[in-house]
């Protein structure tokens, strides 16, 4: 009889194993692709496929404490930045957990990299592991195809507390499909590199060992010209050379793309002298974070001109059910997204991102239409407290003195006037600087103290409390015109509106931070904003210039939305900081590095 009853617990333990090895975890349910794609039909078996599976991290209190030291310009540990494979080592998961993973996804062929494994497989291989099905789907307007999944997306239980997410074998890039063209109307004033070095007091020069790049996502938006960066140039005495790239190259026959051209032309001719980079990127956040930390040689300062809002991020449009269901939210993607910019910041690289073109409601809901006074869609990554997010102005009262770039021989080229918020109101802009609060991040230090004046000052202009998080990370930061960019595309001179184009213009400047640091024998900004906010404090906003007129309540498509943020004096939610002194933030980070070695020495 015993031998009998341990016989039946082996088998009653082998069905255990059994059930334990068919348990799964479903990571998500994908019924359609998401709104704008449609399914074009079955990828051939053998077709390789390349995806990351981001891990459970640890450590991130560490890095959390590590990020604060190194990026604040008052501590005596600022700019004792970490390698990659030191940042990749304290936060990477358990070796064992890892380990699992790795096995379970087998005959998929993964390398960890610490905290996130880089994957291929073939089509069939990755259907029978994630217990799926994958689809060619195309994108109705751009034409974009990529192969996703559809149905379920499940991995065995045993691992499944290890696992985040698979990118983006589940997630849609938002094909990126630019605001028109800015119309030459008969006085309009264009924004060419003069008005910006005049303006802004632009006057450092660059240095071979600074380098700045702009990321463009997505193959259809990677073409631009080298005549049309050279015609561009030529016309405004500058000198412009992209020496380094990353990313595949680009599929032919693609159409030139406003936005590339517009990124190359204004990051190069504000940081003039640096290191340009052109960085490719096929995906969206996740693989472009992983992509730049593991890079052996890339940019130290970043522009991003795309975002869409931190509530769609999980997989681009999809609808909010289909995010909301199961493993993944967005508050985990975007939580897991600011983790990986924290980790690009304690390696001393800065992240600039554009705030967003449809005011402070978004590309959403443009018409407040589906929650009508219900809530607000910031953009991300322009709302992680871990960028640097860049808002937009218009000029008021343009005045054009003596430019003396040959473009202005053709063109009125404005050299001053009187900055507002960019709006679409009675056609300030073509475009509404995007602003605002988080949904999902918290307020950073760096920024309580003017984020808290700008709430209690100017309590009685804020829109209804109700429509935003209040206690939330706000942004942008700071600020740069947005309207009227000058740029050569496609062998014509046109003109573009964007926080697009303000975001690589503080690229540039960060970049010439830099070089003047670099020729001084300090270590890089970094994360920028910490020395930001702390210039404006010990300069009493001096190195700033305060940008007090207009508000965000509009959008893209129109002013029926009925709240926006004002700006105000001092930081507010339209403008962040404002525009830049350059002359004076130098003269300011000097005094703040002067103060910080003299601490340090005394130590």
Not at 71 to 82: A, F, I, R
Not at 234 to 249: E, M, W, Y
Not at 420 to 433: G, L, M, Y
């Amino acid at each position: 009889g015993t031998a009998i009853f341990s016989n039946m617990g082996v088998f009653f333990l082998a069905l255990l194993a059994v059930a334990a090895a068919q348990s799964r975890t479903m990571l998500r349910v994908e019924t359609n692709p998401p709104q704008g794609w449609v399914i074009s039909g079955r990828p051939e078996p053998t077709t390789v496929v390349p995806f990351m599976v981001a891990m459970k991290q640890e450590n991130l209190q560490a890095l959390d404490a590590l990020f604060e030291a190194v990026t604040d310009p008052s501590n005596v540990q600022y700019g004792e930045y970490l390698t990659n494979a030191q940042v990749r080592e304290m936060v990477a998961t358990k070796p064992a957990n890892a380990a699992a993973v790795v096995a379970a996804l087998a005959p998929l062929a993964c390398v960890n990299i610490g905290d996130a494994l880089k994957c291929t497989g073939t089509v069939s291989e990755i259907e029978a592991v994630f217990e799926t099905q994958l689809r060619i789907v195309q994108h109705t307007t751009s034409g974009l195809t990529l192969i996703r999944q559809v149905g379920n997306f499940s991995v065995p239980s045993h691992i499944a507390s290890d696992v985040e997410f698979v990118s983006p074998l589940s997630q849609y890039a938002n094909p990126f499909l630019r605001k028109k063209q800015t119309k030459a109307s008969a006085g309009a004033f264009y924004i060419v590199p003069e008005t910006l070095t005049r303006m802004y007091n632009i006057s450092e020069k660059g240095d071979s060992r600074s380098s700045q790049g702009v990321a463009e996502f997505g193959s259809e938006n990677w073409n631009y010209t080298d005549a049309d960066l050279q015609r561009f140039a030529r016309n405004t005495n500058t000198q412009i050379a992209f020496t380094k790239s990353f990313g595949p190259d680009s599929p032919p026959g693609l159409e030139i793309s406003v936005e590339a051209s517009l990124d190359v032309q204004y990051i190069a001719a504000i940081g003039q002298g640096n290191t340009n980079w052109y960085w490719k990127e096929e995906q969206w956040m996740f693989d472009f974070v992983q992509n730049l930390e593991s890079a052996t040689s890339r940019p130290n300062v970043l522009s991003l001109s795309y975002a869409w809002s931190e509530e769609e991020q999980c997989i681009g449009l999809t609808d909010q059910a289909n995010c909301n269901k199961l493993h993944l939210t967005n508050a985990q993607y975007v939580a897991r997204i600011n983790s990986e910019f924290q980790k690009l910041g304690v390696q001393g690289i800065s992240i600039f991102g554009a705030s967003g073109d449809s005011g402070c409601h978004g590309r959403t809901d443009e018409d407040c239409m589906f929650a009508p006074g219900k809530k607000m869609y910031p953009d991300y990554p322009a709302a992680s407290p871990y960028i640097t997010s860049v808002g937009g102005t218009a000029l008021t009262n343009a005045v054009s003195q003596n430019p003396t770039e040959p473009i202005c021989k053709t063109l009125s080229c404005a050299t001053g006037g009187t900055e507002v918020v960019a709006t679409t109101e009675k056609q300030v802009a073509e475009i509404s600087s995007g602003g605002g609060f988080s949904n999902f991040a918290p307020r950073p230090s760096y920024q309580t103290a003017v984020v808290n004046q700008y709430l209690t000052k100017y309590a009685k202009a804020l829109p209804p409390s109700r429509l935003f998080n209040v206690t939330n990370r706000g942004f942008p930061d700071v600020s740069a015109l947005a309207h009227m960019y000058y740029i050569e595309y496609n062998g014509q001179s046109t003109a573009v509106d964007g926080t697009s184009c303000a975001s690589p213009v503080w690229a540039g400047i960060a970049a010439l931070l830099n070089a003047h640091r670099l020729r001084n024998g300090r270590p890089l900004i970094g994360f920028a904003n910490p020395l930001l906010y702390q210039i404006y404090n010990i300069t009493g906003g001096a190195a700033f210039q305060d940008v007090t007129s207009g508000d965000n309540r509009c959008t893209e498509e129109g002013c029926s939305c009925k709240y926006g943020f004002t700006a105000e004096p001092g930081w507010d939610a339209a403008t962040g900081l404002g525009t830049p002194n350059v002359g004076r933030i130098i003269a300011a980070m000097d005094t703040l590095d002067a103060a910080r070695e003299a601490r340090k020495a005394r130590m």
